[in-house]
């Protein structure tokens, strides 16, 4: 999920499809993750977060997947909706109680009906 | 907005003025945020606030300042000394230090006129 210049990385997908959406983060340190969908002129809204205790969590039709060794988070929304459409955002934080979130750069959803 | 009101959701700034953003939230968390957000970009961090009356300086802090008088309030002020303050401005606030469970305000649109 990393951009380049000032254009998103945008993912297409059919309506009924699922969707997978990469981050790749930068501190091994971090030990928080979390998932935040961005609809146009509207703050983030969090979707489902993951400790690094753990590789792999469910929410309700949204899976994230954590892979500490090559610091990689995905997110995977099963079964795609045209009200998915939206930009994406992972976000890391260390548990140190004095790091904010930093967050990746984000991609773009379009759910084609 | 899930307890955090950011006010006025669009500004309009001269030249050479300085203009102050709202952020007041009514959660009773401890720890406040500022990030700005460019068109196409992820999210940036200005200044942050982990207790009140003490403030720290995020990545982009040039041309900004801040104060935190009261738990509930964190405004931003932008300076003339910020040189291209046209940007949508996120204010967050989150229960504990370490920043996790990040909530966020719906967010404010400054433009340079």
């Known amino acids: 999920g990393e951009s380049v210049g000032l254009h998103l990385p945008t993912l297409s997908v059919q309506e009924g499809d699922n969707s997978i959406i990469n981050c790749a983060y930068s501190?091994?340190?971090?030990?928080?993750f979390i998932w935040y969908k961005q609809e146009s002129g509207k703050g983030p809204q969090f979707i489902i977060d993951?400790?690094?205790?753990?590789d792999k969590r469910q929410g309700q039709r949204v899976t994230v997947l954590l892979n500490k060794t090559v610091k990689h988070l995905s997110l995977q929304i099963a079964a795609t909706q045209p009200g998915d459409s939206a930009v994406y955002f992972c976000?890391?934080?260390?548990?140190?109680?004095?790091?904010?979130?930093?967050f990746g750069k984000g991609t773009r959803l379009s759910v084609i009906a | 907005d899930g307890g955090i009101t950011q006010s006025p959701k669009y500004l309009f700034r001269k030249e050479g003025q300085n203009v102050t953003l709202s952020c007041e939230q009514n959660l009773n968390h401890d720890a406040m945020y500022w990030y700005r957000q460019d068109p196409g970009q992820g999210l940036r961090l200005i200044y942050y606030s982990q207790i009140v009356n003490d403030f720290q300086k995020g990545d982009i802090a040039e041309g900004y300042s801040v104060s935190r008088e009261k738990k509930e309030s964190f405004p931003l002020t932008v300076t003339s000394a910020q040189k291209n303050p046209t940007a949508f401005y996120l204010c967050a606030s989150t229960r504990r230090r370490d920043g996790n469970g990040y909530t966020f305000g719906s967010g404010t649109r400054l433009t340079v006129v």
């Open positions: 993951i400790r690094s205790n753990m």
């Open positions: 501190n091994s340190a971090s030990d928080y």
């Open positions: 976000a890391e934080t260390g548990n140190s109680g004095n790091t904010p979130l930093v």
